[in-house]
């Protein structure tokens, strides 16, 4: 089974920064896309970042210009820089991974523990 385990989340005021980290590990053939969802309390799910094993990234617009997403292949491991946070950015953050598996070479879909992100004066 290929786990994701996420680090970086905490306490951060307005303007502020944090970097998130979330390193895979397991049986793992190659990894295509991996990502950063968050969930705000009485909120949907969204997609904030992702990129591809080609490095092509997306956002969504409420971060375009503050986030960047990153990934270290060697590693198996993607990152969000968070700058100039909001507290609107406040949210559970969890990473995803696209991940081929298995001598069948298998594309799972797995997810992350979550990590509390809290923007606060």
């Known amino acids: 089974q290929v786990q994701l385990v996420e680090s970086g989340g905490g306490l951060v005021q307005p303007g502020g920064s944090l970097r998130l980290s979330c390193a895979a590990s397991g049986i793992i053939f190659s990894i295509n896309t991996m990502g950063w969802y968050r969930q705000a309390p009485g909120k949907e799910r969204e997609l904030v970042a992702a990129i591809t094993s080609g490095d092509s990234t997306n956002y969504v617009d409420s971060v375009k210009g503050r986030f960047t997403i990153s990934r270290d292949d060697a590693k198996n491991t993607v990152y969000l820089q968070m700058n100039s946070l909001k507290p609107d950015d406040t949210a559970v953050y969890y990473c995803?991974?696209?991940?081929?598996?298995?001598?069948?070479?298998?594309?799972?879909?797995?997810w992350g523990q979550g990590t509390q992100v809290t923007v606060s004066s």
């Open positions: 995803n991974a696209e991940v081929v598996v298995g001598i069948f070479r298998n594309l799972r879909d797995y």
